[in-house]
């Protein structure tokens, strides 16, 4: 199919995704830093504290894989790795409490803090964060009549993440804000009570990285897919266009006055590749991705932002390369 | 002839006319409302009251009085007998109420006292007391008289009970024993069937006082009866004969007078004249010459003549359930008759051949019948007893007057039932009853397994014989037992499972019955001869197998009796149905018939209206009250073959049909129900899940945090199936699931996946996925000793020079147990419990004396350590200390962790992968798990993939979809939902590696599926030693794993070893590595030396070392001790 731009492209058809002919992939170019520099852009769509959709282009999927990969599992976060429990008279057991709390998102900025060295026995306060959780389930002297509802019977039947307490360490308190301590979200359940039951912990968080533990990870998900393109190779109009709209996520494929379908914005498209179910506008569409264009999702669990979680990843690669280089050059 | 045209137009017109029947919504709510009255168990728990409220006062009625040889005025005479509400005895004459979740825990036995209202002599007085104590009955979870019965969920909440538990099991000390549904063939009915070729009809008779099977056969192209209290076949003319039948004409006419039954008949009323018997008396003292010599004549019975002895086994031995009064035996000769002409009719006629696997013909016991046994063989038992008491003691002068009450030893009757609820054997040497394995412990693995195992049907039938018949899918099952869930292996369709809807009857009386039948004209055959019962207008009327009498109009008489049972003017179980070919009609209201409801159709219309649906909706209808109005209906199996029963509306035919189905999902059993689109399965994927649901870890009750089972499996994060059924919300499992929703990529990868082996998200499994806690027990008692010595605990041990507790003792608290959070390692002690030796001298009473205590600790043993949950300290029955001790522990998945679809499709793990090398997909999301598709091709699971679909439909459209079976969501609305939500249609999404970060060339189907995680976990299977414990036997290394056994190299292997010729490798696996042994043989004689010195040659000079297996000198040792010497020749080989 023959476009009329350079732009790399696969072709998803109807049962499998191709590439263009003569494309033999990427891999095989030779690799020129002034052409890379030419083509390469990135555009920031969209970005909040806690997402961010950008867009990398002209860049091999090698290295938007390589920034997706160090997002998820070697941009480190600071996570709860030890719990010691003084007591736990809740029915929920020890090692689940501490998986539970475990996975709780913290809001402290990792790069303030050092790994834990493997040998040490205590935390430092460069390397540690330290909480306490002291909840105790009574039953409420001051509760209404008539109401059967745990919240009103009973205090603290519900123990939530933000019961959690920080401990500065050292000079900790002076450093670190209270209000930059902490978890990202107040009102994670972490575990139900009832009178009698009492949690009394202190908990110990650590920087780590994904790969050690998913709780590391700084990212809920990092991800991203290939601009997605429709292209139409014949006119399609009336009753036809509006089944190929309707094939298409909203907004792809729009209808001009005349009644004649027109590709919109191709970007938000699903891919669902529906329109290959009806024969008659099978035909009319081309679709196919931009093979060097990413579109970045970012989802950031709250610690840091997305943007800085992606500098991170590429400060990471850089890292890695520099080391590598070392090492070879060693041999040299 | 123009009126019949007339009229056959008008059926067409009628017939073009009509309207399709509307098919009723939410028909299916009948279900729900049907298990809340019913229950799952329902079963049990009807047969079991049956027992203690209606069946028990019966069986002391019958056995009411106990008489004395030694004194003819005394009589004890039980009036009457209860079953109390459950207690626990705390010493003597101090009862205490229970629950059973104290029963569980504190290894007691849920049972309620019997007492019974007695008269009695007392010296020469007649004492009447009530509640005298006799016995103890365990008694059935949720029955009438537990504690659980009636109780909101609050309350039940407040026992430690779950209110999801169905109940219908016992407790026996402190075990969950289930009895299971015994399957047998019906009794009193006769069965035609071919024996080696030889027709036969075979009538087990069953009453209170005998069991006895009686034949009719062909023998010599002669007819005989043949019965086991004789010990010779009786010619059939001598029989009627011997019943007063004496007329050759009689015995044709009630046989039948046509040209085959006459032609049959004639050599065995030639051989009863060959025999010279002519008259009733001569018939007798034949029968009587041909009786079995009994080997225990009691001596004091008076000596009878044979014939008297013969009249007395025709009336009450053979055909015992035909009564017979004042030695009329009219009506047996009459059945006799009967069972002689199904055998000729069978002769000329194979299809008139009984099918005995047919479920007409089965009866199936339940808990409270086979109880009923028990316990009356107990209470005959304890009236001997009583009578053997009062024989010996009343002839003794003493000072107060003989109280029998005094020797009524509760105790026989308690344990006699305990021991055989617990053990499972069914012993009544009365009817020669010898069963094993009738109890089982209740498998509480998951929720489900204790479902699935009350509604369990066993089957008599041996499990080592290889016939294809009892084994293999009976039509008459259909709807009654389900067809997916039985085992595979030697059990195989010899154990069942009961439908959702099954019922199976308890008995009601025959009595009014009897009266209505007589009523709607059926005449007694005693007033009528043979001509007159034969006579082909005439339809013979049965009742639970006896000869009620005749009707002529048999149609009207069902008509009848339909009519009045939906009424409700006779019990909704009671069964009519016609047999054309035998000219009979049969009623019965005995138990153990299975049956289930069908809505009732009456001209083309079904009786239940939209408008019922809508008000059973509103809450304003119960199930009741369709049975009430005449709606619905019980049809058993027999009753069902004459019914035309319509699956779906739109297949009413309004001249044939007379029934409808309520659900035809309710074919299916509890296990196969939890299937999602079953219907698209092969059949034996839902078999395998029927079993795999078994092992399924997830939750097994509300009250699983209060148990302390010896095992048990829980999930952390157990879910509700994305894909429900209609059966899963009946059973309540989507409140006690046990299965997680995986997001599954049906891929390849890595090649770790081959064989059914699946892929793990790394990062999946550190968010929680297929998390279990594993619960374990461990528990001792501190007995005390007759000798006045007691087993104790000590505390933690100290080092003798460091003052530190020592290792093994660590987690100890003071006490001496184990302490509740402690972490418990390999070898470490939880009960620090010592033991007095057993040779203590009991003589030196008084003072304490110093003893020797033997340590026997309780110790942990295994290669993960665990938790200590909780630790309870109570008293158990025999009033000894119970310690009981909950250790946890918490398992992640890890490689070959086996995990199974609810579609047969179990695999272990392969290979557990870093979230950033799973393949991912346009919106981020990548699998939980991936599994190859190889696996679908051969095995036809077509149901795993549109619960695929439905669940990523379910997924994103918010609500869960239905996978109910011949129902449930439509693949197309769910692919339409997909579609709606941007997805593709064919539930395929585009991947990129995660490895490389190109898109993958192929489209994945992926969405989520219900995974079960199984309770096989490597880490209780793994297995390895170097060195090791050896047998004492044979020096071998041990066997198995909990032996920490070798790995045998075992023939196979030992024959490659040869084939490849590696002799050395083979020496050292067999010989070296196993039982080396340095034997001693003296070179001179051949013979084993010991010591260097032959005992044979008295000389050590030609002795020399030889390694050899020690097997093998066992072997010569063996040999030599049998006299047979085996000798060695040796040879210097360098």
């Not at chain 1, 306490?132 to 919240?151: F, G, H, L």
């Not at chain 2, 626990?88 to 629950?99: A, D, S």
């Not at chain 2, 069978?346 to 019948?369: F, M, V, W």
Request: glycine letters at 6%; one cysteine or more.
């Amino acid at each position: 199919m023959p476009l009329k731009d350079e732009k790399p492209r696969l072709f998803l058809e109807e049962f499998r995704v191709k590439n263009a002919p003569n494309d033999y992939g990427m891999a095989d170019e030779k690799w020129s830093f002034k052409k890379f520099t030419k083509k390469f852009r990135i555009v920031i769509v969209r970005m909040d504290n806690f997402e961010m959709e950008f867009d990398l282009i002209g860049i091999q999927p090698a290295f938007a894989n390589a920034f997706r990969r160090l997002m998820l599992s070697e941009v480190p976060s600071m996570a709860i790795e030890k719990v010691m429990i003084r007591n736990n008279t809740s029915i929920i057991q020890d090692e689940v409490l501490a998986h539970r709390l475990g996975l709780i998102p913290l809001k402290a900025d990792p790069r303030l803090f050092e790994y834990r060295p493997e040998d040490a026995t205590a935390g430092t306060e460069f390397d540690t964060l330290e909480f306490t959780m002291k909840v105790k389930c009574t039953v409420n002297k001051s509760q209404p009549k008539d109401s059967y509802r745990a919240e009103d019977l009973y205090e603290n039947h519900s123990v939530y993440s933000s019961q959690m307490k920080w401990q500065p360490m050292g000079n900790q308190a002076s450093v670190h804000k209270e209000a930059d301590i902490g978890p990202v979200h107040p009102d994670i359940l972490v575990s139900k009570m009832r009178p009698g039951h009492e949690l009394d912990l202190s908990l110990v968080a650590v920087k780590g990285i994904g790969k050690d533990h998913a709780k590391f990870s700084p990212v809920a998900t990092a991800s991203y897919r290939l601009l997605p393109e429709v292209t139409l190779t014949r006119e399609v109009r009336g009753s036809e266009a509006t089944l190929l709209q309707s094939c298409f996520a909203p907004g792809v494929i729009g209808i001009d006055s005349e009644g004649r379908a027109y590709v919109r914005d191709a970007r938000y498209d699903t891919c669902s590749r529906n329109v290959y179910r009806y024969d008659e506008i099978k035909d009319a569409v081309v679709l196919s991705r931009v093979r060097d264009h990413f579109i970045f999702n970012v989802e950031s669990v709250g610690a840091l932002q997305p943007n800085v979680i992606f500098v991170e990843a590429v400060k990471i690669l850089r890292d890695k390369c520099k080391s590598f280089l070392d090492e070879l050059n060693k041999f040299n | 002839m123009g009126e019949i045209n007339k009229k056959q137009n008008d059926w067409d017109s009628a017939k073009v006319s009509r309207e399709p029947i509307k098919t009723l919504e939410d028909k299916w709510k009948l279900v729900p409302s049907f298990l809340q009255v019913k229950g799952l168990v329902k079963q049990h728990i009807d047969s079991f009251n049956y027992f203690i409220n209606v069946e028990i006062k019966k069986i002391v009625q019958a056995n009411e009085k106990v008489f004395c040889d030694a004194d003819p005025l005394f009589y004890i005479k039980y009036l009457n007998a209860y079953v109390g509400t459950p207690d626990l005895e705390e010493g003597y004459n101090v009862t205490k109420p229970t629950t059973p979740h104290e029963c569980r825990l504190r290894d007691m036995t849920y049972s309620a006292p019997i007492t019974v209202d007695i008269e009695y002599i007392r010296g020469n007085q007649r004492v009447i007391k009530n509640k005298q104590l006799i016995g103890r009955m365990p008694l059935m979870l949720r029955s009438s008289n537990c504690v659980l019965t009636n109780k909101s969920d609050f309350e039940l909440a407040q026992l430690n009970e779950c209110p999801h538990d169905p109940g219908g099991y016992f407790i026996i000390r402190g075990q969950e024993k289930v009895i299971l549904i015994q399957e047998q063939l019906s009794r009193n009915r006769m069965i035609v069937d071919e024996f080696k070729g030889a027709i036969q009809c075979q009538v087990t008779s069953s009453t209170h006082e005998k069991k006895t099977r009686t034949n009719v056969i062909v023998k010599n192209g002669k007819y005989v009866l043949r019965h086991n209290a004789l010990s010779d076949d009786i010619p059939i003319a001598v029989a009627f004969k011997a019943m007063g039948i004496c007329s050759d004409q009689e015995i044709m006419q009630l046989i039948g007078t046509d040209d085959t039954s006459m032609k049959k008949m004639a050599p065995c009323i030639m051989d009863c004249h060959n025999l010279k018997i002519f008259t009733q008396n001569q018939a007798l003292s034949y029968i009587g010459s041909k009786l079995k010599v009994k080997r225990f004549q009691s001596g004091t019975a008076k000596v009878r003549t044979p014939v008297d002895e013969a009249r007395d086994l025709l009336a009450t031995t053979i055909l015992a359930h035909v009564t017979v009064e004042n030695y009329n035996f009219y009506v047996k000769a009459i059945y006799l008759a009967i069972m002689v002409k199904r055998v000729i009719e069978a002769e000329t006629n194979k299809a008139a051949i009984d099918d005995p696997d047919y479920y007409g013909n089965k009866r199936l016991e339940l808990a409270g019948s086979l109880l009923a046994l028990m316990f009356e063989d107990l209470f005959k038992r304890f009236n001997w007893e009583l009578k053997s008491i009062a024989d010996k003691i009343i002839p003794k002068v003493k000072a107060a007057p003989f109280d029998v009450v005094k020797h009524m030893r509760p105790d026989l009757i308690a344990n006699g039932l305990f021991a055989a609820i617990s053990t499972g054997n069914w012993t009544i040497k009365r009817f020669k009853m010898e069963r094993h394995g009738v109890t089982q412990v209740l498998s509480r693995l998951s929720y489900i397994s204790a479902l699935g195992m009350m509604t369990r049907v066993n089957s008599q039938f041996e499990k080592t014989r290889k016939v294809s018949g009892p084994r293999s899918l009976q039509p008459s099952q259909w709807g009654m037992l389900c067809p997916s869930d039985t085992p595979e292996g030697e059990a195989c369709g010899l154990v069942k499972n009961l439908a959702l809807m099954t019922h199976i009857t308890t008995e009601c009386s025959e009595e009014p019955i009897a009266r209505l039948a007589r009523n709607a004209g059926v005449e007694d055959v005693r007033l009528l001869g043979g001509e007159e019962i034969n006579h082909p207008a005439v339809y013979m009327v049965f009742l639970n197998g006896n000869i009620l009498g005749v009707s002529r109009q048999y149609k009207r008489l069902i008509k009848v009796f339909r009519m009045f049972r939906r009424r409700g003017l006779i019990s909704a179980f009671v069964s009519i149905y016609p047999n054309h070919n035998q000219r009979t009609v049969y009623i019965c209201s005995d138990g153990g018939r299975l049956c289930r409801p069908y809505i009732i159709v009456e001209k083309g219309n079904p009786l239940v209206q939209q408008s019922h649906i809508n008000e059973l909706n509103r809450g304003i209808r119960k199930f009741q009250d369709f049975l009430n109005d005449g709606l619905i209906e019980y049809l058993d199996v027999n009753e069902e073959n004459d019914s035309h029963i319509a699956t779906v509306e739109q297949e009413v035919d309004p001249y044939v049909t007379t029934h409808l189905e309520i659900e035809p999902f309710t074919i299916l059993g509890v296990c196969a129900g939890l299937v999602p689109y079953p219907h698209h399965n092969q059949s034996p994927r839902n078999t395998y899940q029927c079993a795999m649901g078994k092992q399924a870890m997830g939750t097994i009750g509300y009250n699983q945090k209060n148990r302390i089972d010896t095992l048990m499996y829980n999930l952390v994060y157990p879910q509700c199936p994305m894909v429900k059924t209609r059966t899963i919300e009946l059973t309540n499992f989507d409140k006690l699931p046990a299965g997680q929703n995986a997001t599954v990529a049906v891929m390849s990868y890595s090649g770790y996946d081959i064989e059914d082996a699946l892929i793990l998200n790394r990062a999946s499994i550190d968010r929680g996925y297929g998390r279990c806690l594993i619960y374990k027990s461990a528990k001792t008692t501190m007995k005390r000793y007759s000798n006045q010595t007691s087993d104790r605990i000590l505390g933690p041990s100290r080092d003798a020079t460091t003052g530190k507790v020592i290792r093994a003792h660590e987690i100890l608290d003071t006490d001496g147990i184990a302490a509740p959070g402690e972490m418990v390692e390999n070898r470490q002690v939880l009960i620090n419990k010592q033991m007095p030796p057993a040779t203590l001298n009991p003589v030196t009473q008084g003072q304490p004396q110093q003893v020797d205590y033997k340590d026997v600790p309780v110790t942990y043993k295994g290669p993960v350590e665990s938790y200590i949950e909780k630790v309870m300290v109570s008293s158990n029955s025999e009033d000894a200390f119970l310690i009981k001790i909950l250790l946890r522990q918490t398992r992640v998945p890890e490689i070959g962790d086996k995990f199974s679809s609810r579609h047969g499709q179990k695999g272990v793990t392969g290979l557990i992968v870093q979230q950033e090398d799973m393949p991912f997909n346009d919106r981020g999301i990548c699998p939980d798990m991936i599994m190859n598709p190889h696996g679908f091709p051969s095995r036809m699971t077509v149901g795993k993939t549109i619960e695929l679909l439905a669940g990523k439909a379910g997924l994103v459209e918010g609500k869960f979809h239905y996978g109910t079976a011949f129902g449930g969501s439509k693949v197309r609305d769910v692919c339409q939902e997909l579609e709606k939500h941007g997805y593709n249609y064919h539930g395929k999404d585009i991947f990129y590696s995660g490895i490389t970060g190109e898109t993958l060339e192929a489209y994945i189907y992926s969405g989520p599926v219900y995974y079960q995680k199984l309770k096989h976990m490597v880490q209780d299977k793994m297995h390895a030693r170097a060195r090791g414990p050896r047998a004492v036997l044979t020096r071998q290394p041990t066997e198995g794993r909990s032996r920490d056994g070798g790995l045998r190299l075992g023939e196979m292997e030992r024959d490659c070893l040869i084939g490849y010729g590696a002799s050395m490798l083979l020496m050292e696996r067999l010989m070296l590595a196993s039982d080396a042994f340095s034997a001693d043989i003296c070179g001179a004689c051949g013979r084993l030396a010991s010591r260097a010195w032959c005992h044979a040659c008295h000389s050590s000079a030609a002795v020399s070392s030889v390694e050899m297996p020690y097997a093998c000198k066992l072997l010569f040792q063996e040999l030599a001790s049998m006299n047979i010497i085996p000798k060695l020749t040796l040879k210097k080989y360098c």
